[in-house]
């Protein structure tokens, strides 16, 4: 019998991408195995994925879909493959992405190596401070809506490979499990939370957006992350006259604008003043909007500038107070509290406070009033006391103002809770 393999993959491949769904971590998925469990038999493991895939013989199991609140009240559906499943997508994955990140548009930012959703949020600043007119763009269940067949014609301009067509024409026609054990056929879309869903949406929309707007309206400046997008232009009447393009370009690829969500913005500031409908877009996760702000003189005026949107404030206050519970941690240590949320802070400090850093300050506070409650609780003299509590805390601010990640960054002895 001929030991032959359909497809010529480097086991090598599949263990690389091993390593990348391990450094990303995640749950289990439809099958319900950890990763411990699959390290379990880590001799086999990877060796069953490259044989079947090899063979032309792999088939995805089910994506499980879970529902995860949004923080205006909606819900986000994400698909969550079983780990065999990610190992084998990363391996795609790293294969087809050097093919295609070279040609990518300089404004795509998105779940690319080496660019970061703060890269977009700078150049978006920077451009809305030289045009008076933000497009900003809402494309209605991109990933739920994708067309297979137009999916497929796009990653064909980049590839010839077969393995690597004929397994991602497999992943976007897998079915889904929800999570009472019910089976649907899916015919559109992409599963929101598969290792190659951000690769496929960012083939799609370089073709589908990036390159067409570099062709039909090559002076016209936007910034792109996945499908979030927001469109730069000097005057209203040159915005509505490209809204209508961009419209009339997303119905050829079968997409559509949210018609509520699609806004027309005027960045207004101290020399901007016309009056418009709306001052004010949210992108990934910073809302722009006119702003006092200091010049080098030490002059105020009022510029349009990002910082941390109230709806991601309030997702971060929301974590302190209904998944750290620090009140209720009372049989913890202060040095205990420091290693469980010190490095969740300092994600927050370098992301949400990059731009406009004060307006941090008001949940870095929520962070200090947790404190002030577990002290009340942990110690009997602080109990129902809280001025007292609250002044342990600045003095244990004061002895070590390095101790909490925000501290420093807040200055936080020097300021009331």
Known sequence: ????????????????????????QGGPGADGQTMEEFEGDLKNQPYKIWNRM????????????????????????????????????????????????????????????GRSALDAVAKARQRCWRDNWVLDLDISKFFDTLDHGLVMRAVRRFTSCKWTLLYIDRWLKA???LQDGILLHRDTGTPQGGVISPLLANIFLHLGFD???????????????????????????????????????????KLRLHPKKTRIVYCKDSKRTECWHYYSFDFLGYT???????????????????????KSARRLRQTIRREW???????????????????????????D???????????????????????????????????????????????SPQLFAHWQYQGWMTRAV
């Open 1 to 24: 019998m001929s030991s032959a393999k359909a497809f010529t993959i480097p086991r090598a491949l599949i263990w690389e991408a091993y390593h990348d769904v391990k450094k990303s």
């Open 54 to 113: 090899s063979s032309g013989s792999y088939f995805p199991p089910p994506v499980l879909r879970v529902e995860i609140p949004k923080s205006d009240g909606g819900i986000r559906q994400l698909g969550i493959p079983t780990i065999s499943d990610r190992i084998a997508q990363a391996a795609v994955k790293r294969y087809l992405e050097p093919q295609v990140e070279p040609v990518f548009h300089e404004d795509s930012y998105g779940y690319r190596p």
């Open 175 to 177: 079915d889904v499990v």
């Open 211 to 253: 390159q067409w707007m570099k062709e039909e309206c090559p002076k016209i400046h936007f910034e792109r992350y996945a499908d979030d997008i927001v469109v730069h232009c000097r005057s209203r009447q040159q915005l509505e006259m490209i809204k209508q393009k961009i419209e009339r370009r997303l119905e050829q690829c």
């Open 288 to 310: 722009f909007q006119p702003r006092s702000a200091r010049n080098y003189r030490g002059e105020f005026f009022v510029s349009f500038s990002p910082a941390i949107s109230q």
């Open 325 to 351: 519970k620090l009140a209720a941690r009372t049989n913890l240590g202060l040095s205990d509290l420091v290693r469980r949320i010190n490095s969740v802070v300092t994600g927050w400090i370098n992301y």
């Open 353 to 399: 406070g990059k731009f406009c850093r004060s307006a941090l300050h008001s949940v870095l506070n929520h962070v200090n009033m947790a404190l002030v409650k577990w002290a009340m609780r942990k110690f009997k003299r602080l109990q129902r006391r809280w001025t007292r509590a609250h002044a342990w805390l600045k003095g244990v601010a004061r002895r």
